[in-house]
């Protein structure tokens, strides 16, 4: 426990800092124009300081109560999103296959422990999987594998 | 409306009957089935992972496969919440309130039996209801200009981030954010590309798919890992021989089940508030108005049958806003009315009479589709209990993977991937913060429209903001955007004291 509620604190900063840096970037970027006839700018403007508002209506409550701690996991989402990360890397330059068995094993991560025979079978399942939907029912072109160098 | 009731309805049933219609209503329902017994995957997650399918198809088979995955998931999300007390999805949680005390009971079978009754005919009044309105609404529709949706879509944003009772500020400000998502690509009047940060992909806008995805799915992913548990069921208790309900059972079933679909029916064409809220609020009643109420929660046949008849009937009028006015209710609703953009189709009034074939296609789909559940649901029970079981471990690689192909495929973009990954990553931070996700997909698919909208009002009006309530239609839509939002705030600080007495005891 927390003697303030930090999360939302933390968080309407957040939102005001990003609100008011959206807001610059498209009143200096682009034409604001006039009410009557708007330009470009307007309305990504207006936004802006909407988020910034609204931001600074979360933290005034916050003050005045307390919070929990935030229960925040580093590992998963770094090994989740790195599957995205690591499939986008190689579909195009090694190929389906490889991509989907490196995908499947990064994600398998996420659980924190090795299974080598389980990650194996997935790999080999998804590997199928992908191959008959995407490639032969739909007919999406990737090469299926590839020596990328 | 040139055409008679009875010819639209033909006309509807004989697209809706097509073999090729047919079979992907057929696989709407089933995979919306599968995703919705299974905990762990949403059905916006499951949605947006199937959206990319619907390219290859024509709007109509689109759109009744995308509806079928929606309805689907409710008839299936009981039955996880059922044997589980997991819901499968958010609008299935006050089943389990009395679902799983039967179960324990050893009732499982016959809970599970009622509710597909109860969907059922919750299905089937929301779709007349569907049927009745919406031509009704709808050339009232073509008159509004773009004062009266610029309101609209004010009041529909504002109310469906400000109702569900969470923090009012953080409803608005992901409403916002969005908004700000939205803007991202070219200037529909001047063509300059904003935000686009030199990334040529972002001139055009981002991808609702690739928002989608990474919102829902990629962060849903990283934050059940490792938290769901395969649970144990007992198998023999829902055997087809366990289905067979008393006659008790039908007599106490059959009244909350009529007053869930009414319910249901009305909750599910505003704005705010669909599925979930709808079944909650059939609990309450029920709950309220049983001259025995210390009974719920304990295993009442009728806790189960007015939610579920409320949430499915909720489920198909939901389509009346987004179909008949383009404003969608709720995220989901949002992802249709994308579909049908991505196809090149507007919805709005003029949907009706343009493209008359989709709207009644649809709409006899959906009791086809209705039937097939019903079809699908009993004799199979044994196959969803097994599926239950399946452990996460198995599925997420699996998400992740059909998560990023899926998202290459909509633009042939490997740069999509990448957003799916910026999205995911998002997603999280905003679980972490707890802001709501929901608003923010309303915000980015409203978002360009309704800046059209606002410009289009204040051109025609020489920038006179007195043309938001000199028109009765927006001046009413401003004032209940006010309501609900004072309503909003009301709630969010009740629910706060509430939670803040319950942590003293």
Redesign the interface.
Known sequence: MYSKDYTDIVGGLVLICLGLVFSAYAATHYDIGTIRRMGPGMFPTILGVALAIFGAAQIVPALRRAGNKPDIRVWTPIFVLGACGVFALMLRSCGLIPAVITLTVVASLAELEIRPLRMAAISAILCLASWLIFVVAFGLNVPIARWPF | MTMGFLDNITLGLSIALSYHNLLYCFLGVLLGMVIGVIPGIGVLASISMLFP?TF?LDPTTALIMLAGIWYGSSYGGSTAAILLNIPGTPSNAVTALDGYPMARAGRGGVALFMTTIASFVGGSIGILVMTMFTPVIAPYALRFGSAEYFSLMVFGLVAASTISGG????G??MV??G??LG?IGA?M??G?P??SFGFFELTESVSLVALAMGMFG?SE???T??RIKPGDIDVDSVGLRAMLPTRDDWRRSWLPTLRGSGIGSFFGTLPATGPAVAAFMAYAVEKRSSSDPERFGKGAVEGIMAPEAANNSADQTAFIPTLSLGIPGSPTMALMLGALLVHGITPGPALLTESSDLFWGLVMSFWVGNLMLLILNIPLIGLWVRLLMLPY??L???I??F???GT??VN?S?FD??L??VF??LG?VMR????PTAPLLLGFVLGPLM?NH??RA??LS??DFATFVESPIAATSIILTVVALAWGLWSSQRNRKRRAAALQR
């Open positions: 399918i290859y923090s009012v500020a953080k608005l400000a916002v954010a908004l700000m803007t200037d009047y001047t300059v904003r935000f990629i992913v990283i934050a890992v490792r471990t198995w997420y690689p699996a992740i993977m998560i990023c192909i290459y495929t042939n490997i991937i990448w799916v990954l995911g990553f999280y972490i913060f707890d802001w800046e606002f410009r204040m051109l020489r920038g």
